[in-house]
């Protein structure tokens, strides 16, 4: 009796080991929320590599944050627009231009390089501006200027433009008018989420579109324009047409997301258009196409 017993135990044993092994856990006995389970950086890694998009974080209003991926080399070129949300709605629309590009043009990408683009990087600024954190058209922007502005800010009120780790300040300048930089650094889910798969994704060259000065923009944190930075600078300035300086003097920056790239050592150039309703997409293409040629290489 007691060894028919004892090989019931170990047929039982057997039988849950077998189905563990090809049906994992049951929920309960895993985390269920993703991102404590797997850090973020892990797992927008993981995301990015193996399939199209990735939600790498979410706004302070829970609105994804998504990163989409095209080719597959191992030189990977980053680009970002919407920092500064429905405001800056225009670096949006450039955005999904060069995503709808990629799709129907494959092979407009180098075998060795790798794309990859975070259309809004502040959906909840989008959202209070155009209605949606998604895709949009033009006619649904509003007129109010009191309201395009307002959309330059997260859902607490910071420019994210003013949040990452270069010269911070909690109180930054944009033109003549004061912003909210944040409690600190990278105190915002948005910045916190670009500067975790930065951190994953190790981009070779990163491009980030703003409006509206018309000019293609070095970074630089007190270090000296990196090498490399010149020469994208150059490369995608002199195919767009628009004119490339080393130094953004305008006004004084701080928390600069592309000026963090370069105290990280990542070249880094800030796209910035003409104005506030052209999305300028031949101009951007032409730099697009040359800066894809030049990591082609």
């Known amino acids: 009796m007691k060894k028919f017993l004892a090989s019931l135990i170990v047929i039982f044993i057997a039988g849950v080991v077998g189905y563990v092994y090809i049906y994992g856990l049951p929920k309960s006995a895993v985390a269920t929320n993703d991102q404590a389970a797997v850090p973020i950086a892990t797992s927008s890694a993981n995301a990015i590599k193996n399939g199209n998009e990735a939600i790498i974080g979410t706004s302070v209003e829970g609105r994804d944050i998504i990163a989409y991926r095209y080719g597959s080399g191992a030189k990977k070129i980053l680009f970002v627009g919407g920092i500064h949300g429905g405001y800056e709605w225009n670096t949006v629309l450039v955005a999904y231009e060069l995503m709808d590009y990629l799709k129907a043009n494959p092979s407009a990408i180098p075998a060795n390089v790798e794309v990859a683009v975070v259309p809004v990087l502040n959906p909840d600024g989008l959202n209070k501006v155009v209605g949606t954190a998604g895709r949009f058209t033009?006619?649904?922007?509003?007129?109010?200027?009191?309201?395009?502005?307002?959309?330059?800010?997260?859902?607490n009120n910071v420019d994210l433009n003013r949040n990452f780790d270069c010269d911070w300040q909690s109180s930054g300048m944009w033109q003549n008018t004061a912003v909210d930089g944040g409690s600190k650094v990278f105190s915002e889910p948005e910045s916190q989420a670009m500067k975790e798969f930065i951190s994953a994704y190790a981009p070779s060259g990163v491009v980030g579109w703003y409006s509206a000065a018309g000019g293609v923009y070095s970074s630089d944190c007190h270090g000296g324009v990196l090498p490399e930075t010149k020469t994208i600078t150059n490369?995608?300035?002199?195919?767009?047409?628009?004119?490339?300086?080393?130094?953004?003097?305008?006004?004084?920056?701080?928390?600069?997301m592309e000026n963090w790239l370069a105290k990280n050592n990542?070249?880094?150039?800030?796209?910035?258009?003409?104005?506030?309703?052209?999305?300028e997409w031949d101009k951007n293409l032409a730099g697009i196409k040359a800066l894809l040629a030049y990591y082609g290489k």
């Not at 990542?266 to 052209?278: G, R, Y």
Request: glycine fraction near 6%; proline fraction near 6%; avoid cysteine.
């Open 235 to 256: 490369v995608y300035a002199k195919a767009s047409g628009y004119p490339a300086h080393e130094v953004f003097d305008n006004y004084e920056l701080t928390g600069d």
């Open 138 to 155: 033009a006619a649904d922007v509003p007129t109010s200027q009191t309201l395009l502005v307002s959309g330059r800010f997260n859902a």
């Open 266 to 279: 990542i070249p880094a150039i800030s796209v910035l258009l003409t104005n506030h309703q052209d999305v």
